[in-house]
């Protein structure tokens, strides 16, 4: 089974993961597979808070922010956590060389390879595109490439599921 989930900040979404992955997996191999490369002390604290709510549930941690087909042969046959799609894109979109806006498709051609590995692949993702604001060109060619790469996994995984305040919204597929 592979799931989208989608949803505002702190909305729930990794948690209703955590939830999902321990379901699917029915006491087989979890990887929770992390993507945020900290840049300072907030994101060091987030994850941190992350790895405590995790505490206990049975994850291995893979922390694996780019070139994410080198780590692909780590996850085959386990229930995968991948948390976030959102990271994922800002680490490979962006670096001291630049912007490379081919990132996008080599993402998500990158996250549909890894997903048919798995056992089971639930994908969290930000919805960081459905404001009304405008931002500077490259924000915005972010937020498109995100809104793609969402579209992408969306139209070929089993489930999409949207949270809100904690609330779940099926879009697609059914609620495990």
């Known amino acids: 089974m592979r799931i989208l989930l989608l949803g505002g900040s702190k909305s729930g979404k990794s948690h209703l993961a955590q939830t999902l992955c321990r379901k699917l997996a029915k006491g087989g191999p979890m990887i929770y597979w992390a993507t945020m ?38 996850v085959k046959g386990a229930t995968v956590l991948f948390d976030s799609v959102t990271a994922a894109l800002g680490n490979e979109m962006f670096s001291a060389d630049g912007i490379d806006f081919r990132a996008v498709a080599r993402l998500s051609g990158d996250l549909a390879y890894i997903s048919r590995r798995c056992r089971h692949f639930v994908c ?30 969306a139209a070929e995984f089993d489930a999409v599921y949207e949270v809100t305040a904690g609330l779940v919204h099926v879009w697609k597929g059914e609620r495990i």
């Open 37 to 74: 490369e900290p840049v300072d002390d907030e994101d060091r604290e987030r994850i941190r808070r992350h790895v405590a709510d995790r505490a206990g549930w049975g994850f291995t941690t893979l922390e694996q922010g780019r070139d994410l087909r080198h780590a692909a042969d780590a």
């Open 124 to 153: 969290v993702c930000d919805e960081i595109w459905r404001d009304g604001c405008s931002f500077d060109e490259t924000t915005e060619a972010y937020r498109r490439g995100l809104a793609e790469i969402c579209r992408a996994l």
